[in-house]
């Protein structure tokens, strides 16, 4: 068990992990600002849902490509660096396109050379930042400051998007934009007084500037010989192909079976990221959780038991408490797994671990939801609540099998 007293005892004590709280804070909530400025801009200004698409496509397509080679240069460069020059350059971007906001350079072009630039360096500061926490704290307090960074992000989810509506309509699109592009100076400059020695990071090793493909495939080999860390990405990519199709079933439960409107779709999805910020908030502030397997069994089992519910109960009360438990469920179980590939994969490794984990996630994300699609056309919405949950739930109990497998070898 930790002896760390939480999340706030880590803040007050420790400098540099404080600056990289807020400055995470301050961009994440501006993040949100602008994912709502620019959607509505491409809808309102530029190309209606044609430009919509667009946009998502570019994020979607950008983080596909570039995850792996991010997760390289998290490895041979100094992750502090990283986070700072990648926030200025997001922050540079963001102001020059509030700038051009209102002229005939804003267009459709504009908008993807934009999201492609800030997903970039959107793809090297998720690695570096996951492989920077346990150089900057001790391995003790390592699960509070996952839930404290992952509470950021949580935050941006519950309040970022519904100031970044209330923004937009205040002072408008542009003025939103630049806003954004503050938050990301703001957190680059927070960054800058983080001291973290990376000790034992050889020099060489920060040089090399050849054999990307070999340092790729180098994570694929870490990942695919370490036990723990093929059994966890593989199980955790199963359980996001099957329980992230819940994004492409709430409108239509919404609509079609709870018969509520917007309002009340939105606060349906509110009650995930809920869910969420809470779990993030408790795991901050007390002891780290021991026996992590079974923490990541439990968490995936009932997360399936209430995905399952919501085919079976029509209230719509009911299913906000399903989505919140919902939200607390697949919380416990990011910040723990998170947790257990920190600890497990090789320090000069973590960023491209991190990375492969992401473009793995990303990559199949749209197949999932397509999935999702193709199986509404033939099934009940009802019925694959309840077969997915299932089939989620089931796959919560091979976590355990983890644990076994590294007792058979004698590592555990």
Same mark, same amino acid.
């Given at each position: 068990m930790?002896?760390?007293?939480?999340?706030?005892h880590l803040l007050?004590k420790n400098?540099?992990f404080l600056?990289?709280?807020?400055g995470r804070?301050?961009?994440?909530?501006g993040s949100?600002? %602008?994912i709502i400025?620019?959607?509505w801009?491409?809808a309102?200004?530029i190309g209606?849902?044609?430009?919509?698409s667009t $946009?998502?496509?570019t994020?979607?397509v950008?983080?596909?490509?570039f995850?792996?080679f991010?997760g390289?240069?998290?490895?041979?460069?100094?992750?502090?660096?990283?986070?700072?020059i990648? *926030?200025?350059?997001?922050?540079?971007?963001?102001i020059?396109?509030?700038i051009?906001?209102?002229t005939y350079f &804003?267009?459709?072009?504009v908008l993807?050379?934009t999201?492609?630039? /800030?997903?970039?360096?959107?793809?090297?500061f998720?690695?570096a930042l996951?492989?920077?926490?346990?150089?900057? $704290?001790?391995d003790?307090?390592?699960?509070?400051a996952n839930?404290? =960074?992952s509470?950021t992000?949580?935050l941006?989810?519950?309040?970022?998007?519904? =100031?970044?509506g209330v923004?937009v309509s205040?002072?408008?699109?542009?003025?939103a =934009?630049?806003? *954004?592009?503050?938050?990301?100076?703001f957190?680059?400059v927070?960054?800058?007084?983080?001291?973290?020695?990376?000790?034992?990071?050889?020099k060489?090793?920060a040089?090399?500037?050849g054999?990307i493909?070999? *340092?790729?495939?180098e994570g694929?080999?870490?990942i695919w010989?370490d036990?723990?860390?093929k059994?966890?990405?593989t199980?955790e990519?199963?359980d996001d192909f099957f329980?992230?199709?819940?994004?492409? %079933?709430?409108?239509v439960?919404a609509s079609?079976?709870?018969?509520?409107?917007?309002?009340? &779709?939105?606060i349906?999805q509110t009650?995930?990221?809920a869910?969420?910020? =809470?779990?993030?908030? $408790?795991?901050s502030?007390i002891?780290?959780?021991?026996?992590? &397997?079974?923490a990541?069994?439990l968490?995936?089992?009932?997360?399936?038991?209430?995905l399952?519910s919501?085919?079976l109960?029509?209230s719509y009360i009911?299913?906000?408490?399903?989505?919140?438990?919902l939200?607390?469920?697949?919380?416990?179980?990011?910040?723990n797994?998170n947790l /257990?590939i920190?600890?497990?994969?090789?320090?000069?490794?973590?960023?491209?671990?991190?990375?492969?984990?992401?473009?793995i996630?990303?990559?199949?994300?749209?197949f999932?939801y397509?999935?999702?699609g193709i199986?509404?056309?033939f099934f009940?919405?009802k019925s694959?609540?309840? $077969?997915?949950g299932i089939?989620t739930s089931?796959?919560?109990?091979?976590?355990l099998l983890i644990?076994?497998?590294l007792?058979?070898?004698?590592?555990?």
């Amino acid at each position: 068990m930790s002896k760390s007293t939480g999340g706030l005892h880590l803040l007050i004590k420790n400098r540099n992990f404080l600056l990289l709280f807020f400055g995470r804070l301050v961009s994440s909530v501006g993040s949100a600002i %602008f994912i709502i400025a620019i959607l509505w801009s491409a809808a309102a200004e530029i190309g209606g849902v044609g430009a919509v698409s667009t $946009v998502l496509s570019t994020i979607a397509v950008t983080n596909i490509i570039f995850s792996p080679f991010a997760g390289v240069w998290a490895d041979r460069w100094k992750k502090k660096n990283i986070l700072v020059i990648t *926030d200025l350059i997001s922050g540079g971007i963001l102001i020059l396109l509030g700038i051009f906001f209102g002229t005939y350079f &804003y267009q459709i072009w504009v908008l993807i050379i934009t999201i492609f630039g /800030l997903q970039i360096c959107g793809t090297l500061f998720g690695p570096a930042l996951l492989s920077l926490i346990p150089i900057m $704290v001790n391995d003790d307090e390592l699960s509070q400051a996952n839930a404290m =960074i992952s509470m950021t992000d949580r935050l941006s989810q519950l309040i970022g998007m519904a =100031i970044g509506g209330v923004i937009v309509s205040l002072v408008g699109i542009k003025w939103a =934009i630049l806003i *954004d592009g503050l938050t990301f100076i703001f957190s680059a400059v927070s960054e800058m007084f983080i001291k973290a020695e990376e000790k034992g990071r050889k020099k060489e090793e920060a040089r090399k500037t050849g054999l990307i493909f070999s *340092d790729i495939g180098e994570g694929f080999k870490v990942i695919w010989t370490d036990v723990q860390l093929k059994g966890l990405i593989t199980l955790e990519t199963l359980d996001d192909f099957f329980g992230t199709t819940i994004f492409v %079933f709430l409108p239509v439960l919404a609509s079609e079976i709870l018969k509520v409107g917007p309002g009340e &779709y939105g606060i349906m999805q509110t009650m995930l990221g809920a869910g969420s910020f =809470i779990t993030a908030l $408790v795991l901050s502030s007390i002891k780290e959780i021991k026996m992590k &397997y079974v923490a990541l069994m439990l968490s995936s089992v009932l997360a399936g038991v209430f995905l399952s519910s919501l085919g079976l109960v029509n209230s719509y009360i009911y299913v906000l408490i399903a989505l919140l438990l919902l939200g607390v469920m697949t919380e416990i179980g990011n910040i723990n797994e998170n947790l /257990l590939i920190q600890r497990i994969t090789p320090k000069n490794t973590r960023g491209r671990v991190f990375a492969l984990r992401s473009t793995i996630d990303n990559s199949l994300r749209p197949f999932s939801y397509a999935f999702a699609g193709i199986m509404a056309a033939f099934f009940s919405l009802k019925s694959l609540f309840f $077969v997915f949950g299932i089939i989620t739930s089931i796959l919560g109990i091979f976590y355990l099998l983890i644990p076994y497998q590294l007792k058979k070898r004698n590592v555990f």
